[in-house]
């Protein structure tokens, strides 16, 4: 008998990230500065840190935590010192956002891409604050998916509330 998964990639697990992706940097790619400094309550982040936030973690735990490529490519260059998105000084516009999301997300897509089905329990060691953790591939990739999600619906919220379009993941394409 073959092994018809053996050589399969796992995009068809997170076949609909793409469209979750495109449909939130299609809300932010819209907003303007005023809109992006809004914050779901005074001691929370405002819209662009949370989205930068979703965009620099994809490139922190591919890139700095399982080693993949791509960090350059992203503002993101220096991960281990933090990220601009923690910067609430600097207010980031809706063009960044965008070029963040597209440049981390594109980390994403080479690695559902590559990635086998076996590849998944693949172990990774690392030192976080003194102690040693271990994460398998296949759970850091389902905490991105989950994270970006995570975000994308606490920002539908407060853009809900706003009066602002919100991120309608799993609208059809086409609608």
Known sequence: MVDCMSNATI?????????????????IGAMFADQLAIRPSPDRWPIWATVGHTAAARAYWLCEVL????????PF?????????DDLDHPRGS????AAL???FAIVEDCLDRW?????ADRIQRNYLGATQVHHRGSVLQRLFS??????????QTLGINGLPQIDLWRPDGD
């Open 11 to 27: 995009r068809f697990a997170y076949d609909m990230w793409p469209q979750y992706n495109r449909r939130l940097r299609e809300v």
């Open 67 to 74: 080693g993949e490529p791509g960090a350059e490519t992203t």
């Open 77 to 85: 260059t220096d991960l281990a010192a933090g990220g601009w998105e």
């Open 95 to 98: 063009d960044e956002l965008v």
């Open 102 to 104: 597209d440049s981390t």
């Open 116 to 120: 086998t089905p076996d590849m998944l």
């Open 147 to 156: 994270h970006d999600a995570y975000h994308c619906g606490e920002l539908s």
